[in-house]
């Protein structure tokens, strides 16, 4: 197989954890990012500008390569690629707090569960609602997967306020700011039952 670049790949192939047709959106799945295949793409998304808290734009394609494969060998840690009506347009991570160095820096609860999100450079002009779609469909799949996931954690760098106002608008409430190696972070949470009323 050829050395991907930044365009986007068909993951048509792969099973997809989730699947969920949106009225006025399209089909959006959820699937495993398979590194060696995804490097290409994600390297494209993470060194832009737009991406910079992520904290991964001076890596080289290598270096994703081995991040995304180590994320592949933890039980507590998962990528996923979001797609659109077969574009990918979403990188999204899961992690297990207590397994993790954020869990160092708050008390974690039982049922807690860790999320990162990133959304892929438009393709198009700007799309209202978008990535409130996309969220909202990665969420149902998190805590779908798992009834034991009680709160979802999310950490974005405290300065990406675009970040911060979008999981709020998700229904996430702030907790405390917290020093992690990489940033300083937002902690915040949102319960099971805020996202789906019992």
């Not at 994320?71 to 797609?83: G, K, N, Q, V």
């Amino acid at each position: 197989m050829p050395e991907s670049t930044a365009q986007p790949l068909s993951t048509a192939e792969r099973t997809a954890v989730h699947e969920q047709e949106v009225d006025g959106f399209g089909t959006v799945r959820v699937v495993p990012v398979d590194p060696a295949a995804d490097a290409g793409l994600i390297h494209g998304w993470v060194t832009q500008e737009r991406a910079r808290f992520w904290g991964m734009g001076d890596a080289d394609r290598e270096r994703v390569l081995e991040i995304y494969t180590y994320i592949d060998s933890l039980p507590t840690h998962h990528a996923y690629l979001l797609e659109r009506d077969g574009l990918p347009v979403a990188l999204f991570q899961t992690y297990e707090p207590e397994a993790d160095p954020v869990g160092e820096c708050y008390d974690v609860r039982p049922g807690d569960f860790g999320i990162h999100l990133m959304i892929g450079p438009p393709t198009g002009g700007t799309e209202r609602g978008f990535t409130a779609t996309l969220l909202s469909v990665f969420l149902t799949y998190v805590l779908a997967a798992d009834p034991g996931r009680l709160r979802i954690v999310a950490e974005p760098d405290a300065r990406n306020a675009k970040a911060v106002a979008r999981l709020t608008g998700a229904g996430f409430v702030r907790g405390p700011e917290i020093e992690l190696p990489e940033k300083r972070a937002q902690l915040m949470f949102l319960d099971r039952e805020a996202l789906l009323p019992l």
